[in-house]
C-alpha cells in the first residue's frame, strides 16, 4: 500500500496567519491527492481534490500544491471556522490511503 | 441536496455480527459506487472498501477480507457493511462515503465490541 506521511502532527497557530500542511507519499502518485478538514464530532468535508482544485463550497483561502511527491495545503488567512484536523489522502493506487492528520489549533 | 444517512449506534459483543446501514438521497443512487472506510484513534482512517451500486459488485481492502460483507438494495437506495467475528480492535467510528472524490460522508456510525 501507499504510505502518505503527514506533517506537522499538530501545529497551532494565530487568526490570519498563513498555514501549511504537507502530505508525502511513498511512491508517484499522480495529482491523485485529497485533502479532508474533520471537525470535532463530524465527518471529514472534502477540501481540495486533484492536487490543487478547490471542491464546492470550499472557501478560496485554501489551496492545493504539488511538487514531486509531496503535497501541500495552505491556508492563507486562518479563521476560527478552519480548527480541526486534516488528512491527506491518496486515490493513485488500491486500496486508497490517508496521511495520519494534522491537528491545527489556535494559539 | 445530497445525503448519506446512516444507521444508529451499535454496542455489540465479541464474536457477534452487526450491520449498519448508509441511505443515500439526492442524486441518482446508482451512479455513484458506496466506499465505507473505519475511523479509531489509534490507526486514523482505513479504507474498508466500495460497492458498484449498480450492479452489487465489490472490492475489499485486503486487510478487510472476511472481517466486512457490503450489500447494495438499489430499491431503498441503501448500501450495508456487515462486520462479523467482532472483536474489540473492530471499535471504531465506520463512515460510507460516496466514491469519487469522497465528496459525501456519512454521518458515522459508533460500533463498540465490548463483552
Known amino acids: 500500500d501507499i504510505q502518505m506521511t503527514q506533517s506537522p502532527a499538530s501545529l497551532s497557530a494565530s487568526l490570519e496567519e498563513i498555514v501549511t500542511i504537507t502530505c508525502q507519499a511513498s511512491q508517484d502518485i499522480g495529482n491523485w491527492l485529497a485533502w479532508y478538514q474533520q471537525k470535532p464530532g463530524k465527518s471529514p468535508q472534502l477540501l481540495i481534490y486533484?492536487?490543487?482544485s478547490l471542491a464546492d463550497g470550499v472557501p478560496s483561502r485554501f489551496s492545493g500544491s504539488r511538487s514531486g511527491t509531496q503535497y501541500s495545503l495552505k491556508i492563507s488567512r486562518l479563521q476560527v471556522e478552519d480548527i480541526g484536523i486534516y488528512y491527506c489522502q491518496q486515490a493513485s493506487s488500491a486500496p486508497p490511503t490517508f496521511g495520519a492528520g494534522t491537528k491545527l489549533e489556535l494559539k | 441536496q445530497v445525503q448519506l444517512q446512516q444507521s444508529g449506534a451499535e454496542l455489540a459483543k465479541p464474536g457477534s455480527s452487526v450491520k449498519i446501514s448508509c441511505k443515500a438521497s439526492?442524486?441518482?443512487?446508482?451512479?455513484?459506487?458506496i466506499s465505507w472506510i473505519k475511523q479509531t484513534t489509534g490507526q486514523g482512517l482505513e479504507y474498508i472498501g466500495y460497492?458498484?451500486?449498480?450492479?452489487?459488485?465489490?472490492y475489499y481492502n485486503e486487510k478487510f477480507k472476511g472481517k466486512a460483507t457490503l450489500t447494495v438494495d438499489k430499491s431503498s437506495s441503501t448500501a450495508f457493511m456487515q462486520l462479523s467475528s467482532l472483536t474489540p480492535e473492530d471499535t471504531a467510528v465506520y463512515y460510507c462515503?460516496?466514491?469519487?472524490?469522497?465528496?459525501?460522508w456519512g454521518q458515522g456510525v459508533m460500533v463498540t465490541v465490548s463483552s
Open positions: 462515503a460516496r466514491t469519487g472524490g469522497f465528496d459525501y
Open positions: 439526492g442524486y441518482t443512487f446508482t451512479s455513484y459506487d
Open positions: 486533484g492536487a490543487t
Open positions: 460497492i458498484n451500486t449498480g450492479s452489487g459488485g465489490t
